[in-house]
T-cell receptor, first 108, second 113 residues
Framework: GDSVTQMEGPVTLSEEAFLTINCTYTATGYPSLFWYVQYPGEGLQLLLKATKADDKGSNKGFEATYRKETTSFHLEKGSVQVSDSAVYFCALTAPLVFGKGTRLSVIA | DVKVTQSSRYLVKRTGEKVFLECVQDMDHENMFWYRQDPGLGLRLIYFSYDVKMKEKGDIPEGYSVSREKKERFSLILESASTNQTSMYLC????????????FGPGTRLTVT
């Protein structure tokens, strides 16, 4: 069946560091891909999405590119802030199949 | 602004009790979902509904049932709560046109003792 594998955390970075969270998927057909973010004490929020190969989703300084050849959708941000501390989930359409989440902590 | 609300943020119930978790969305969405979130396991789909009075089993429906009598409301029912149902429960909704852009409620942390 369809599945998502994302890097395990936790990830701890200093403020202004570069962030990459890896996500790879297995799916039949051409799924849409998503990154969701969960801030402490809250539900999940859609961060960005891409609906076809080579699409780049972006929001709040985060980016991810839909790479069909490598079945990947890695999340990147050039300079993280303390306020980016959260759990990040990669997901694909199935209906939604989620990765297990990666906890990011950013320290000042 | 889109909104999904859940009836309780925190709930403590005893083993064997019948538990109702309520979810309401104000976006006129066709699709509604119930997930549970556990450390190390991520989100797992319990049930979902594509329309009023319709329901589909997700990955882990055992021990749960659902009800959708009105479009805006989707209830998760634990017929006889057990300690292994202690978890965070998340409700989500999405429109029929964009079924996979889901909007989530804040979650209900249920503890069964």
């Amino acid at each position: 069946g369809d599945s998502v594998t994302q890097m395990e955390g936790p990830v701890t970075l200093s403020e202004e560091a570069f962030l990459t969270i890896n996500c790879t998927y297995t799916a039949t057909g051409y799924p849409s891909l998503f990154w969701y973010v969960q801030y402490p004490g809250e539900g999940l929020q859609l961060l960005l999405k891409a609906t076809k190969a080579d699409d780049k989703g972006s929001n709040k300084g985060f980016e991810a590119t839909y790479r069909k050849e490598t079945t990947s959708f890695h999340l990147e941000k050039g300079s993280v802030q303390v306020s980016d501390s959260a759990v990040y989930f990669c997901a694909l359409t199935a209906p939604l199949v989620f990765g297990k989440g990666t906890r990011l902590s950013v320290i000042a | 602004d889109v909104k999904v609300t859940q009836s309780s943020r925190y709930l403590v119930k005893r083993t064997g009790e019948k538990v109702f978790l309520e979810c309401v969305q104000d976006m006129d969405h066709e699709n509604m979902f119930w997930y549970r979130q556990d450390p190390g396991l991520g989100l797992r789909l319990i049930y979902f509904s594509y329309d009023v009075k319709m329901k589909e089993k997700g990955d882990i429906p055992e021990g749960y049932s659902v009800s959708r009598e009105k479009k805006e409301r989707f209830s998760l029912i634990l017929e006889s709560a057990s300690t292994n149902q202690t978890s965070m429960y998340l409700c989500a909704s999405s429109s029929g046109g964009r079924p996979y852009e889901q909007y989530f409620g804040p979650g209900t942390r249920l503890t069964v003792t």
